[in-house]
């Protein structure tokens, strides 16, 4: 796979596949993130990231490393009602889609410009539009 290129600083927003790519040790991913902290962007996920990601296999030591790392934002109440209503606003509900929405609620919310490195192209479309920009995991 290609190095993946970054030219701003900002933000970069890991979903679930790409922090399980993280925590893998992908080398591409691993290298976007190290382009990325080198351009001074910040690393981010979604606390919600954490349980959607890690399995009875996950190596605890270097989730622990990795999470180090990384600033993990926290879903309250507040959250959760934009990432809510940011549903209703595209037409979707449901579990389907409800660490997305929590996932880009957060995403929307980080200093610009915003870089996510997600698996679900189509629907982060749809829930972040043009104001982050997407890259397939």
Known sequence: MARRKLTHEGTLVLDSEGFSKLLGD?????????????RGMEVVICALTIIEAVHARTNRSRLGWVLSGL???????????????LLTAVGLHGHK????????EIALRQQRPVVMLTSDVGDMTKLCGDRVRLVAA
């Open 26 to 38: 992908d080398e591409p991913v691993v290298a976007l993130v190290a382009e990325a902290r080198s």
């Open 71 to 85: 600033r993990v934002v926290a879903v309250g109440d507040e959250e959760a009602k934009a990432a809510s209503s």
């Open 97 to 104: 889609y409800a660490i997305d929405a929590a996932v880009a």
